[in-house]
């Protein structure tokens, strides 16, 4: 699998970076986990506009999808060759509703999905293109997933937004690449059920016997490098930090 970090920039755009959106493919099918602000203009650095295959939501705050309303734009009004056929978007209960109330202006209130194919997650396991995904609820103040993808024998967990819990542990579970938000400073910040810190995701790390961490979602206000030393005080393995462009190897 190839892992390109379209946008990590955790609640906002930084200047460095646009919010999460991560583009997965493998055997030619072009997989979007998250388009978060900014993310739309990004991922035409990487891919053609209509080359995208399927979206994976992990949840519906703007951070994470608002820019499937811009995308609407593009595969509903197509200058050349007409409208796209449907594509799907796998998100949480509700995902039309909240990206045509966001969009706020479409032509009738269901023009959304003549161009998306709307998708309700539920936990569980099912396939998209060429991969396995499996869903777990994680701790959130909205319905959110994590998710653990897996092709041709390799795994990538990605945790969405969570605060620490037992489900997220279970899903990265021997993951060969766990990508893992970190937006909260240990000691700093101590909120229920919202986000982790870079100790925490260190920690699920070790418990879960992930082979490579890859921390994200780092607001611009957030150090990212105390986030990686708090990580790797808890976890031995390999930390670095998300950069928009960059390109992994799964």
């Known amino acids: ?19 999460s959106s991560y583009l997965l493919e493998a055997d ?13 203009g990004e991922l035409q650095r990487h891919i053609g506009l209509y ?14 999808c608002i820019d499937l309303c811009g995308y609407f734009v593009v595969r509903y009004y197509r200058p050349d060759g007409g409208r796209c056929a449907p594509m799907p978007v796998h998100g949480p209960a509700g995902t039309e509703r909240r990206l045509t109330v966001a969009h706020a202006d479409l032509p009738y209130d269901g023009a959304m999905s003549e161009v998306f194919d709307f998708r309700t997650l539920t936990p569980g396991t ?29 795994s990538l967990t990605y945790s969405g937004d969570t605060g620490p819990c037992d489900a ?26 919202l986000h982790l ?24 206000w957030t150090d990212p490098a105390i986030s990686v030393r708090d990580a790797q005080k808890v976890y031995d393995g390999p930390v670095e930090v998300a950069e928009a462009g960059a390109v992994y190897e799964v």
């Open 168 to 193: 997220l542990e279970r899903l990265a579970a021997g993951s060969d690449f766990f990508l893992c938000e970190a937006s909260f400073t240990y000691g700093k910040e101590d909120i229920p059920d």
């Open 126 to 154: 099912f396939t998209i293109g060429p991969f396995t995904i499996r869903t777990e609820r994680v701790s959130h103040p909205v319905e959110s997933f994590a998710f653990r993808i897996e092709h041709g024998g390799r």
């Open 28 to 40: 030619g099918f072009r997989l979007l986990l998250d388009m978060g602000n900014g993310a739309l």
């Open 1 to 19: 699998m190839k892992l390109t970090v379209v946008g990590c920039s955790g609640s906002f755009p930084s200047m460095e970076s646009a919010c």
């Open 197 to 220: 810190n870079g100790r925490e995701a260190g920690e699920v790390a070790t418990k879960a016997g992930v082979g490579r961490l890859v921390l994200t979602h780092i607001p611009p």
């Open 51 to 64: 080359d995208l295959d399927a979206v994976l939501l992990s949840h519906l705050h703007a951070d994470h």
